[in-house]
């Protein structure tokens, strides 16, 4: 029996994902034409990701009051790998997986998503909102030039986080390989946020670097773990850390920052540093198979409204993909904080000082990628 | 003829069950470790064996660093536990169910809280490290989180009642007879112990060791959430190649080795003290 398997096996080995998408030649325009709101919407995001009040999200609710679309909110995606890799099964088994929308971070599996032509094009007759109100958070996509797929949600910097009254100010990347604080820093355990801070360390622009310039970051970030200055790569955790003092100074997600201040944590400090940091997105991408496709449309296209943007950003605290609803964050809702904020509205010039994550497009070039960082991570 | 073929017909749902879930998902692994390619064009059987010793040669560190954290872990907890398990058993007297009860109480939270709550307790300001530092018996620096101190503590914690578990039962059936005869014949308590205690409360420790040795240097939480930069154990590799990476011939071909080395282990544990004592306790 073990022998019949094992020919079996041999004969057709693991299917690759190729070919499991849509043809690349495929029709969309005329497929949009025929679909209609179904008046339901199963939209995945991640925990904490909306405004909430009172166990309800203000947001959806007047969404389903203006269009009648019932809306299953399912915040449960954790992270993009794991999410990732409980979808892709059901992809390649050209099946739907249950939802009309997920919210997914450009990066490695986003453009796996879109190479496998797993996501149905967005049909932007269909977008007025997006077209009239989207910032260049939302336009200037260096991994979805066209903007063919991907609806930002919400973007955010990763930068540096310190605690002042440990180091005093900071602005530089520097210290995160200063001996001074041996033991004290955190790296993030992402191997794309790592190896882009070591990038930007050695002052390399991360969208036009080459595979030699990842070997020096690679080198840099190497040193940096074995002289002992890193104490841990950290996932979300990190932010405990710097709460408990456990570290001087960390990579952080700008959103964790403002949160962590307004939650009795004013001493913890974020900063865009001199040499520039990383501005990603996480995105709204409608995935192959998705029965109410025209539903999900219309939300993405009601939450592009500046009033209803204002809501969600006065909320989550993370960069808004929609610059007009800054005022109204400041008149209506009367939240300087957020609407001052550079982290939720930042300037043209804060934006000029952003890169994004190297892209890789193909496995290959991925693979070289976390051959070089993945080690540094988990030595 | 009827009679040689009922055994196997009475056996036959344990053998079904061996092979659909045990037999089947082995050689896919096996298969799945030689094939080459990647996700996207997916992956061909290529009788790639290559693959065996660059793993072990890339992963060397971390499959060590795991035999050591879940030998070290296993050997505490059997030191912290052999006592408990002891006193429960011959001096619990009426209340043995409530003390088994308190050892296994903290066991039923998650198992994620409860090494959450060792980092907590753990972190440079927490309960240990800040109220040592305030009362100047360790400098301002020192951090335990992190560090293969760290891990081997949330490994030895997380043990403790299957460690305890079976040396328990072994302790319990031991007939109290035996030891008073060998108190009639002028044993010592140590004599007690070491001649007629220890060793019929063997199988319990060898199914202690087994237990906790097995699950212990497969682990990854601990390493993920207590350790630091060189803690990882191959656990945490596996998970990264399966889940992250998607390369699924290194992730199969690491787990195979795992398991091959543990099986050695557990021949040469055998080797070195008998198998009477496995058979004894089954």
């Known amino acids: ?379 | 003829m009827r009679s040689r073929i009922v055994p196997y017909l009475q056996s036959a749902p344990a053998t079904l069950w061996l092979a659909i879930f045990f037999v089947v998902p082995l050689v896919s692994i096996a298969s799945i470790s030689l094939m080459t390619g990647n996700s996207i064009e997916g992956y061909d059987l290529t009788w790639n064996f290559g693959v065996y010793p660059d793993a072990i040669d890339q992963y060397s560190a971390q499959l060590l660093r795991s035999f050591l954290y879940g030998g070290v872990s296993t050997a505490l907890a059997l030191i912290a536990m052999y006592p408990v398990a002891y006193w429960i058993a011959f001096r619990g007297g009426k209340r043995k169910s409530l003390f088994l009860f308190l050892l296994l109480l903290p066991f039923l939270v998650s198992f994620i809280i409860r090494i959450l709550t060792w980092q907590f307790i753990l972190s440079d300001e927490g309960l240990v490290l800040g109220t040592l530092k305030d009362i100047g018996l360790v400098g301002e620096n020192a951090h335990v989180l992190s560090t293969p101190f760290a891990v081997i503590t949330g490994l030895t914690y997380d043990a403790l009642p299957w460690m305890a578990l079976p040396i328990y039962v072994a302790l319990e059936k031991i007939d109290r007879n035996l030891v008073e005869a060998a108190n009639d014949l002028y044993a010592s308590g140590w004599q007690q112990f070491r001649r007629v205690i220890l060793p019929l409360s063997a199988p319990g420790v060898y199914a202690g060791i087994l237990l906790v040795g097995i699950s212990n240097i497969g682990d990854y939480l601990s390493a993920q959430i207590l350790g630091g930069p060189s803690t990882t154990m191959i656990g945490n590799i596996i998970q990264t190649q399966y889940v992250q990476n998607g390369d699924y011939p290194v992730a199969s071909a690491l787990s195979l080795i795992l398991m091959a080395a543990l099986l050695l282990c557990v021949f040469v544990y055998a080797w070195v003290f008998g198998t009477r004592t496995i058979q004894e306790y089954a």
């Open chain 1, 1 to 379: 029996m073990a022998g019949g398997l094992l020919q079996f096996l041999a004969a057709c080995g693991l299917p690759g994902t190729r070919d499991t998408g849509a043809p690349a030649d495929f029709d969309w325009a005329a497929w949009w034409k025929d679909q209609k709101s179904n008046g339901t919407l199963d939209f995945a995001s991640w925990p904490l990701y909306i405004d909430s009040a009172g166990g309800r999200h203000p947001s959806l609710d007047k969404f389903t009051a203006a269009t009648g679309i019932n809306v299953n909110y399912r915040p449960v995606i954790q992270d993009n790998a794991s999410f990732f890799s409980q979808i892709s099964p059901v992809l390649q088994a050209e099946q739907g997986i249950g939802y009309d929308l997920i919210v997914i971070s450009n990066g490695w599996q986003l453009t796996q998503l879109m190479q496998n032509r797993w996501l149905i094009p967005l049909d932007h007759s269909r977008l007025p909102n997006f077209k009239k109100y989207a910032g260049t958070v939302a336009t200037d996509l260096a991994y979805d030039p066209h903007v063919t797929y991907c609806a930002v949600w919400q973007a955010g910097v990763t930068a540096i986080a310190y605690d002042e009254d440990q180091t005093g100010p900071i602005d530089s990347l520097d210290a995160l390989f200063d001996p001074k604080w041996k033991g004290k820093v955190g790296m993030l355990s992402d191997n794309d946020e790592l190896g882009t801070v070591g990038l930007l360390a050695l002052g390399i622009d991360p969208q036009t670097s080459t595979y030699a310039d990842w070997k020096k970051a690679a080198a840099l970030l190497t040193k940096q773990r074995d002289d002992g200055i890193v104490r841990q790569y950290y996932d979300n955790s990190y932010i405990k850390a710097l709460q408990d003092g456990d570290l001087a100074i960390s990579q952080a997600y700008s959103g964790d920052i403002f949160q962590a201040n307004a939650s009795g944590y004013p001493n913890l400090k974020f900063v865009i540093p001199k040499q520039g940091a990383v501005l990603w997105r996480d995105n709204s991408v409608i995935p192959l198979h998705a029965e109410n496709p025209v539903d999900a449309l219309e939300w993405i296209n009601f939450y592009y409204r500046p009033d209803i943007q204002a809501l969600i950003a006065d909320w989550v605290n993370y960069v808004s993909p929609v610059p007009a609803a800054k005022p109204i964050v400041a008149g209506k809702l009367d939240d300087p904080s957020v609407a001052n904020s550079p982290l939720v509205f930042p300037s043209e010039a804060d934006l000029k000082r952003l890169s994004e994550y190297p892209v890789t497009e193909t496995i290959e070039t991925h693979d070289q990628w976390t051959s070089l960082f993945d080690p540094i991570i988990q030595s």
